[in-house]
């Protein structure tokens, strides 16, 4: 019982009628290894948003960035490059721009 006390509603729904510990597990380990849509949508939303913070230097940026894009690939998600760089580019102060 100590399981459902720990995850959100709409996942207690699927583990409702599990009796060991295991059988809990099991079903979630299945909704987040197989990387759902909306985690997938999740993460390309947060790499969209990701910044160069006034006062942050370039590598701790490309750093940040970086963490995002194998996040994404984790999951099974292929992102072109052009993309990224245009992503990566984007994300720099206005001042960088002009380049």
Known sequence: MIILEGVRNHFALNLHSKENPYEMWK???DLFQNGSDH???ALKKKLKKIKMEKGDIVPNYFNKFTQCRDEIGSVGVTLVEDDLVNLTLLG????????
Do not use: I, V
């Not at 720099?92 to 380049?99: A, T, V």
């Open 39 to 41: 985690g997938k949508l």
């Open 27 to 29: 079903p979630l380990t």
């Open 92 to 99: 720099l102060p206005k001042s960088c721009h002009s380049y």
